[in-house]
């Protein structure tokens, strides 16, 4: 219990628990069309022409083996289905990368202002610089890469995905999917944390505006900052290695 459900619960909480809503869409398109192991298998060995829905296709049944007839529409209004949800996810990553960019230029102006010179301010500013551009840079390569997903092939490994009993929590499919979502979403946290900051930190007579870290407490926050970055990086890698695979 405390060393397999907890850390994945914790794990999940670190996510903020966005792969459980891709998990939900993608297993939502599969139990609506019903699909069954032998359709998925079928439906990553079916050409083009089975995916042919025209009423003047004619097909000659005597001489035709069970892969190549006339794919069922159960299976060709899945299609329809997966189009639309890679669709969305497009929209989804695209709408992602203006907020990111937005948030970018938002953080960077706010670093300028002398004011802002806290520590805890700028601390935090620079944890959401650095979330928006990891989030920038994901979203980008999932643009580019899942214009090819809407074949049926690609769509199948997905579906045996879901339909694994088992997988590891640590990195799946899902997980990869949330990732532009998920550092976009602490990207938001971190600077809501840091317009707060400088809201009760700056202003006042009281305040300190030249107040300067040792060099000793000032490794804590470059140790943190460096860690997120490279967990970052480590998430790229992951992402690249799981394109390969797909």
């Known amino acids: 219990f405390l060393f397999d459900f907890v850390p994945r619960q914790l794990y999940l909480h670190l996510l903020l628990r966005i792969p ?12 609506d069309a019903r699909l069954s192991l032998p359709d998925i298998k079928r439906m990553a060995r079916a050409n083009a022409d089975q995916w042919n829905t025209s009423e ?9 083996t ?3 007839m006339p794919l069922p529409r159960s299976l060709l209004n899945f299609r329809s289905s997966w189009e639309s949800f890679i669709d969305s996810l497009m929209r989804e990553w695209k709408t992602f990368n203006i907020i ?3 948030l970018m230029s938002a953080i960077l102006t706010m670093l300028q202002i002398e004011a802002a010179s806290h520590p805890i301010i700028r601390t935090s500013a620079l944890f959401s610089l650095i979330c928006a551009l990891m989030s920038l ?11 090819t997903m809407r074949k049926m092939h690609k769509a199948s490994s997905f579906a045996t995905e879901a339909q694994k009993g088992t997988t590891s929590i ?6 990869l999917l949330a990732m532009p979502a998920v550092w976009l979403a602490w990207s938001i946290i971190m600077f809501l944390t840091c317009i707060m900051s400088f809201i ?5 007579s009281q305040d300190s505006v030249d107040l300067v870290l040792s060099p000793r407490a000032a490794l804590g926050p470059r140790i943190a900052l ?13 992402i690249v290695g799981t394109f390969h695979r797909y």
């Open 100 to 102: 990111s960019v937005l």
């Open 20 to 31: 459980s809503l891709y998990f939900s869409r993608v297993t939502r398109i599969f139990e």
């Open 170 to 175: 640590w990195w799946n499919i899902w997980v």
């Open 66 to 68: 069970p892969d190549q």
């Open 226 to 238: 460096t860690v997120v970055f490279f967990l970052g990086v480590i998430y790229f890698g992951l």
């Open 137 to 147: 840079l994901y979203g980008c390569m999932y643009i580019i890469r899942f214009g």
């Open 56 to 64: 003047n296709a004619i097909w000659q049944l005597s001489t035709q």
């Open 200 to 204: 009760w930190l700056s202003g006042s």
